[in-house]
């Protein structure tokens, strides 16, 4: 928080959407919307830890980009439907660039299957990366940021984590987890400097978004949204900056919707 301002009589602090000095972990950063994240990050002034699965090159060259806008950047291996790995990715994290100010948990994917079709490995790995990983990722962070006295944590869920949809009733039970996740982290660490929320994007184009994207049933879809188009990672990036920025100070707990207009709860 940078200005004051007199307002009422009193000298409140102008809260601004500035992430200088920051470090800020993003989960899944090596492409689509965490790697969009990460670089709106950057360029909001922070440093940023690049965490990836399989995708180095891509993660690398996110990382490059990051330190041409001045920044750190170093990118952590993971495999995050591991608890294990989350953790000490985390940690690793900690040890080479320093406290950790704000969280990111986007990594995530989404098989498409009938539900009767689910089989319980599915199941379970679903749920693993894009809920079990958010409970992981942020209770390995939440002591840095308790020490530290503030911080912000941000979950990537989706518009059907409110809805439920057929074909992915794993991914929409997971996507509501982390909206759960988010309200009960915003009740248990607000008072403590901490703050949880969550974004709750519509169709996205990315790698992940173009599996309900293409086709008939994509073109069907995009025409009932009041934008008449999907959203793109740059978009999605706005809103976990503003969540990550003291420019959200009231926000505890909260799900953004930027989703075209795809869903008004
Ligand atoms: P994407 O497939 O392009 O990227 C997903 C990222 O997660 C990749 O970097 C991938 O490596 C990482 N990841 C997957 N499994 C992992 C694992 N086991 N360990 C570590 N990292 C792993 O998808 P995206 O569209 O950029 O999605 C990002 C987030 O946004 C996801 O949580 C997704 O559910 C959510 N989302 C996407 C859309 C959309 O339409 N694209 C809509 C709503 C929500």
């Known amino acids: 928080m940078n200005e004051t301002q007199t307002v009422g009589g009193a000298v409140a602090a102008v809260p601004d959407g500035s992430l200088s000095g920051r470090l800020v972990l993003v989960t899944g950063a090596s492409r689509g919307i965490g790697a969009a994240i990460a670089l709106r990050a950057a360029r ?130 997971a996507k509501a987890g982390v909206i759960a996740l988010a309200k009960s982290l915003a009740r248990e660490f607000g008072p403590r400097g901490i703050r949880a929320n969550a974004i709750a994007p519509g169709v996205v184009v990315t790698d992940m978004g173009a599996q309900v994207m293409d086709g008939e049933v994509g073109r069907r879809r995009m025409a009932e949204l009041p934008l008449g188009r999907f959203g793109t990672p740059p978009e999605i990036a706005e809103a976990a900056v503003f969540l990550l920025s003291d420019a959200s100070s009231l926000f505890l707990g909260q799900t953004l919707n930027p989703n075209c207009g795809g869903y008004m709860p």
Request: proline content about 2%; glycine content about 10%; some cysteine.
């Open 44 to 173: 909001a002034g922070a440093d940023v830890a690049v965490a990836y699965h399989e995708q180095a090159d891509e993660a690398g060259a996110v990382a490059d980009q990051v330190r041409s806008l001045g920044r750190r950047a170093a990118t952590f291996a993971a495999d995050l439907a591991d608890t294990g790995q989350a953790r000490a990715m985390v940690a690793r994290v900690h040890d080479e660039l320093g406290p950790i100010h704000g969280l990111v948990n986007n990594a995530g994917i989404m098989p498409q299957s009938a539900f009767l079709d689910i089989s319980d490995a599915e199941w379970n790995e679903v749920l693993s990366t894009d809920l079990t990983a958010a409970f992981a990722c942020s209770q390995a962070v939440l002591p840095g940021m308790l020490e530290g006295g503030s911080g912000s944590i941000v979950m990537i869920s989706s518009r059907l984590g409110q809805i439920g949809f057929a074909g992915v009733a794993h991914y929409s039970v």
